[in-house]
């Protein structure tokens, strides 16, 4: 008797960790963007990650493909876990990546924007603008 819950159990978890991936990423239940938000333009866009969305796979699984990240760094920052506070003596290293609008909205919904996470625009060290992800308070 203990083997055949032990089978069904086995078998049950690639459902149940595909179904949590696809209610996460994927469906749409369980998320809804801010009202306010204002519509992404047409184009690309640059999004500076520092924390899981450094890793290709995870990229992959939200918005299907891992992209060609470059390295950047964020200054006037430092990291604390998943999230950045203000200091100016401080720089938080990460990647930057290039994705289109409908790439970006995807993050957004990984983040949980409006629930979990802000999205700014920061300069980076090469001057240039990036989204961010923040942690809201």
């Given at each position: ?19 949590y ?5 994927l469906?749409?239940f369980g998320?809804a ?8 333009a047409a ?9 899981t969305?450094?890793?290709?796979p ?15 760094r964020?200054?006037g ?21 290039r994705?289109d ?17 802000e ?5 980076l ?12 308070d």
């Open positions: 008797m203990p083997l055949r819950y032990l089978l069904t159990g086995l078998l049950g978890l690639p459902l149940l960790v595909t179904g991936l696809w209610w996460t990423l469906s749409p998320y963007p801010p009202q306010d938000l204002v519509p992404l184009g690309e866009h640059r999004v500076f990650v520092y924390g969305l450094r890793h290709a995870l990229r992959w699984l939200i918005y299907g493909r891992s992209g060609d990240p470059a390295p950047a964020l200054p920052y430092r990291r604390e876990g998943l999230d950045i506070h203000r200091n100016a003596n401080a720089s938080v290293e990460g990647l930057v990546l994705v609008a409908e790439e970006l909205a995807r993050l957004d919904r990984y983040e949980r924007l409006g629930i979990r996470y999205r700014i625009a920061l300069p060290a090469d001057g240039r603008p990036a989204w961010v992800y923040r942690r809201l």
